[in-house]
């Protein structure tokens, strides 16, 4: 499916709360677009670790590593 993922690079100790800011952003956007009687279904996967930053084929910066994986792997237990 569709996804995006949101890089903190710099951690401060602020970057936990500021993240499930955003997620709850996120979810009260979301539960305003109702599809056949039900809110839009959301998955999230948070994970506070290393990530390696890099050029992609576009030229653009993008991230991967074991961060991105895990918190893959923690939405897919999601049941949205």
Known sequence: GD????AM???IQRDSQDALAIVKTI???ANKFI???KPLALRCGLYFGSILIYEDINSELSFCGK???TAQRIM???SG
Do not use: K
């Open 9 to 11: 690079v710099e951690y």
């Open 27 to 29: 979810y009260e956007w």
């Open 67 to 69: 961060g991105v994986n």
């Open 35 to 37: 599809i056949q009687d």
């Open 3 to 6: 996804g995006f993922a949101i």
């Open 76 to 78: 897919d237990f999601g």
